[in-house]
T-cell receptor
Framework: GQQVMQIPQYQHVQEGEDFTTYCNSS?????IQWYKQRPGGHPVFLIQ?????EVKKQKRLTFQFGEAKKNSSLHITATQTTDVGTYFC???????????FGAGTILRVKS | ETGVTQTPRHLVMGMTNKKSLKCEQH?????MYWYKQSAKKPLELMFV???????ENNSVPSRFSPECPNSSHLFLHLHTLQPEDSALYLC??????????????FGNGTRLTVT
């Protein structure tokens, strides 16, 4: 079945450093979504990318969708302690009827 | 503040107990979901309801029984659970189905511990 892989699994950065998480799908995706889950919280929708090669920005967060629509990345510039949490990507399953989530990347920021 | 409300926030139950989780969404969405989140595992989709009709049962054991009386309310009835069922159970809703890319809005979850 379709798989959505995320790397790295964990990342510890010093406050002010940049952070990137990568998402790779075994199949072409019609769209990809990103979610953030703070420690002890619930996943919160961040953004959706639809077009090949699309780049979207939200303040210090930059989201990219690959040209082949099989991979995506989330880059955070100059991390802050408020960025800690788990970042998930999610894409439609192979039959297009449900979201398949990646395992997530846990970000820890040292101040 | 989430538009999806889950109760209780925490639940401890024995293996012979029967309990229910409740979810209510105030967003006017048409689809509701139950997810299970265990440590070091991806989010697992359990059940999907579209317009109160169950459209997905992701091979979930019968000790989990969902109920969707209307588009705004969703329940998960639990009975004779096992310790490995301990997890965070998340309710979510979306305007359209997951196939059309509708984002999910999650509730705060119920932290379930089975003793």
């Amino acid at each position: 079945g379709q798989q959505v892989m995320q790397i790295p699994q964990y990342q510890h950065v010093q406050e002010g450093e940049d952070f990137t998480t990568y998402c790779n799908s075994s199949t072409t995706l019609s769209n990809i979504q990103w979610y953030k889950q703070r420690p002890g919280g619930h996943p919160v929708f961040l953004i959706q990318l639809v077009k090949s090669g699309e780049v979207k920005k939200q303040k210090r967060l930059t989201f990219q969708f690959g040209e082949a629509k099989k991979n995506s990345s989330l880059h955070i510039t100059a991390t802050q302690t408020t960025d800690v949490g788990t970042y998930f990507c999610a894409g439609p399953g192979e039959y297009g009827n449900k979201l398949v989530f990646g395992a997530g990347t846990i970000l820890r920021v040292k101040s | 503040e989430t538009g999806v409300t889950q109760t209780p926030r925490h639940l401890v139950m024995g293996m012979t107990n029967k309990k229910s989780l409740k979810c209510e969404q105030h967003l006017g969405h048409n689809a509701m979901y139950w997810y299970k989140q265990s440590a070091k595992k991806p989010l697992e989709l359990m059940f999907v309801y579209n317009f109160k009709e169950q459209t997905e049962n992701n091979s979930v054991p019968s000790r989990f029984s969902p109920e969707c009386p209307n588009s705004s309310h969703l329940f998960l009835h639990l009975h004779t659970l096992q310790p490995e069922d301990s997890a965070l159970y998340l309710c979510a809703s979306s305007l359209g189905g997951q196939g059309d890319g509708s984002p999910l809005h999650f509730g705060n979850g119920t932290r379930l511990t089975v003793t």
